[in-house]
């Protein structure tokens, strides 16, 4: 257990400063963005990465496919499993471009979009993504975390550069849209680079048993991973259904801030979820270890939410200026609500890793209890933070009764 925790601790080291220099980048971003945009178009473009996001992570968990075949596969195997793996991404793209286009007049309608070039740029960002996304499986599931970092924070590094320079040109929603396509080109290609000793000719290789395979389980996975993406993402576009393009800025700005801490816990999941599955093939003691964690992360969540909690007004006044302070109420909310929201993204992680399937129902039943919510009860943009908090804390507690070991 020891040399576990060791090589545990180490390896978040690695992801943990991937995440802060992608929050780093990622932030600067968007404090830029929402400046130069005000409150109105900004509240537009997070609602638009909002959606991208959850497209992303609701059709494309394929990165969890691979890191746990990666895992228990012969090493000898990986080249050919590489090649299947670029076919399925590729089938799964033109089905995903036939899905969001014919969609697009419903997703202008319920977000109240009318510009349908900016949606026509939103959908390139999950094409791109899933290709990355893969390799990035890949990496995670030979415990690669040094180039997995790497390509993960250089993402946001290349967005930030490419995003601020069209903004700043003139190209507004568009181009803040437009930053994270290239962002995505630039981390796939250096994932290549990492990877390359492993592609051979042909790139694409047909195995229709292997196909059939990955296709069963990145549905299965998806409806963990886009459980709790449909959680953190579905709020913003929600509020924008139901409130006004300022009120969306306000809570895009309170979002943005107030979620920083499940960013931060991303280090440790995206470690914790090999490190279960491996811990689970060798017939080693898992549950102990995985409330180590979770005890960890607690205690750097309350801190966390306590800085935002009593420092709300200077991070409003300092980072977004004094177009959002209507916001400072709204991130005093999202500081308490982001404990048990952080919290389940561990948990999400674990459920996978071990494949408890009752906690993926308990999950998506509090989503919808969530979005009806919302529906019943949203005098004001606060409930959304309100409602959040309450389901995800029953997300969370509820997880500790579907244990299965």
């Known amino acids: 257990m020891k040399r576990t925790i060791i090589h545990f601790i180490k390896n978040s080291f690695y992801v943990l400063n991937s995440v802060i220099f992608s929050m780093i980048f990622n932030y600067f971003f968007h404090l830029y963005v929402s400046r130069a945009l005000g409150?109105?178009?900004?509240?537009?473009?997070?609602?638009?990465?909002?959606?991208a996001t959850l497209v992303i992570l609701f059709l494309g968990s394929i990165n969890l496919v691979v890191a746990k075949e990666v895992v228990i596969l012969d090493k000898e195997k990986l080249?050919?499993?590489?090649?299947?793996?670029?076919?399925?991404?590729?089938?799964?793209?033109?089905?995903?471009?036939?899905?969001?286009?014919?969609?697009?007049?419903?997703?202008?309608?319920?977000?109240?979009?009318?510009?349908?070039?900016?949606?026509?740029?939103?959908?390139?960002?999950?094409?791109?993504?899933?290709?990355?996304?893969?390799l990035i499986g890949v990496l995670q599931g030979l415990q690669f975390f040094r180039p997995f970092a790497l390509v993960g924070f250089s993402s946001q590094f290349f967005r930030m550069i490419w995003g601020i320079f069209l903004v700043s040109i003139g190209y507004g929603v568009a181009g803040a849209l437009l930053g994270s396509v290239l962002g995505f080109l630039f981390a796939l290609f250096l994932a290549i680079c990492f990877l390359k000793k492993y592609l051979k000719w042909p790139f694409i290789k047909f195995d229709i048993q292997k196909f059939k395979y990955l296709m069963f389980k990145n549905f299965f996975y998806s409806a963990y991973i886009s459980a709790f993406s449909f959680l953190i993402y579905i709020d913003v576009p929600l509020v924008k259904h139901f409130f006004s393009d300022y009120e969306t800025g306000l809570y895009s700005a309170s979002a943005l801030l107030g979620k920083v801490p499940i960013w931060l816990v991303g280090c440790i999941r995206n470690v914790l979820y090999p490190?279960?599955?491996?811990?689970?093939?060798?017939?080693?003691?898992?549950?102990?270890?995985?409330?180590?964690?979770?005890?960890?992360?607690?205690?750097g969540l309350i801190l966390c939410a306590s800085g935002f909690y009593f420092l709300a007004?200077?991070?409003?006044?300092?980072?977004?200026?004094?177009?959002?302070?209507?916001?400072?109420?709204?991130l005093k909310l999202f500081?308490?609500?982001?404990?048990?929201?952080?919290?389940?993204?561990?948990?999400?992680?674990?459920?996978?890793?071990?494949?408890?399937?009752?906690?993926?129902?308990?999950?998506?039943?509090?989503?919808?209890?969530?979005?009806?919510?919302?529906?019943?009860?949203?005098?004001?943009?606060?409930?959304?933070?309100?409602?959040?908090?309450?389901?995800?804390?029953?997300?969370?507690?509820?997880?500790?009764?579907?244990?299965?070991?």
């Open 39 to 51: 409150p109105e178009e900004y509240g537009i473009y997070n609602t638009l990465i909002s959606t």
């Open 335 to 405: 500081a308490l609500t982001t404990i048990p929201l952080s919290l389940v993204a561990i948990a999400v992680n674990y459920a996978l890793a071990t494949e408890n399937r009752k906690f993926l129902y308990l999950h998506w039943i509090c989503n919808f209890g969530f979005v009806f919510s919302m529906y019943a009860f949203h005098p004001s943009v606060k409930y959304a933070i309100i409602w959040l908090g309450l389901w995800s804390s029953i997300i969370f507690i509820g997880s500790f009764f579907l244990e299965k070991n």
């Open 313 to 330: 007004p200077f991070f409003i006044k300092i980072l977004f200026g004094k177009a959002y302070l209507n916001a400072i109420p709204l």
């Open 79 to 134: 080249k050919d499993f590489l090649h299947q793996l670029l076919f399925f991404i590729c089938f799964f793209v033109i089905i995903l471009c036939i899905l969001l286009f014919s969609s697009v007049k419903y997703i202008s309608s319920f977000l109240h979009i009318k510009d349908l070039s900016l949606l026509f740029i939103t959908f390139l960002i999950p094409i791109t993504c899933i290709f990355l996304n893969g």
């Open 275 to 299: 490190k279960i599955i491996e811990m689970k093939k060798f017939n080693q003691s898992y549950f102990h270890f995985y409330l180590f964690v979770i005890l960890i992360c607690f205690i």
